[in-house]
């Protein structure tokens, strides 16, 4: 199979000049997307095993020097278009961050975080169909010498959607949005009244201290 590695806005990447020109377009809109201010994007692997061809990101929240979030993106093209995708173009997320103890403890916790994923791709106009995903709270207790550390839950949203449409920079701007608001940032933008979600009544996680050093 041929893939192709994340890279930078610069490009490069090993197997990008024999890719199907739908693919180069996607990665072209993806590395020149404008992102919001407190999202910084790296080069990543892209894995060799989920489509003929792949394209990867990694991403981090960071304010005031201190980062706040992360996660990963893979845009996966396989011109076949597998019958689960109902397309021929898949993007995969996952998505991390630390939670206030308030937000930590909410049972609604899973639903609202992927209403935070459906608001967001509704609110950049990224249009998508087949999502799937699992939201997981990991809840952290420390012992011995790491006892000082106080307690900390953290939220991981995995997720994946077949682009709609052939505007990659919305979905990238759209997950970069929940990577924020998962750091307890606001959105840039808010869905329309309709969404079918809790939409801008959702509350936002409160980031009010540091994350652990680990």
């Known amino acids: 199979m041929a893939a192709v590695g994340g890279q930078s806005a610069q490009g490069g990447g090993t197997g990008r000049e024999s890719a199907p020109i739908e693919f180069r377009d996607a990665v072209e809109a993806l590395t020149g997307a404008r992102l919001r201010p407190e999202v910084r ?20 929240v960071e304010v005031d020097g201190e980062e706040l979030a992360d996660g990963t993106l893979v845009l996966l093209h396989d011109p076949a278009a597998p019958e689960p995708w109902n397309g021929d173009f898949r993007v995969v997320t996952m998505t991390r961050a630390e939670l206030e103890p308030e937000m930590a403890g909410d049972p609604l916790l899973s639903e609202v975080g992927w209403t935070w994923l459906t608001d967001a791709l509704q609110a950049h106009g990224a249009r998508y169909a087949e999502p799937s995903g699992t939201v997981t709270r990991c809840h952290s207790q420390y012992f011995g010498a790491l006892a000082e550390r106080g307690a900390s839950t953290e939220i991981e949203l995995r997720a994946s959607w077949t682009p709609a449409d052939r505007r990659f920079e919305r ?25 079918g979600g809790l ?14 050093s680990h």
């Open 171 to 195: 979905h990238l701007a759209a997950w970069a949005d929940l990577l924020c608001v998962c750091a307890g940032l606001p959105p840039t933008a808010l869905p329309v009244a309709d969404s």
């Open 199 to 212: 939409g801008g009544v959702v509350p936002m996680p409160a980031r009010r201290r540091p994350r652990n």
């Open 41 to 60: 994007l790296s080069p990543q692997p892209a894995p060799r095993r989920l489509a003929p061809y792949t394209f990867a990101l990694s991403a981090s």
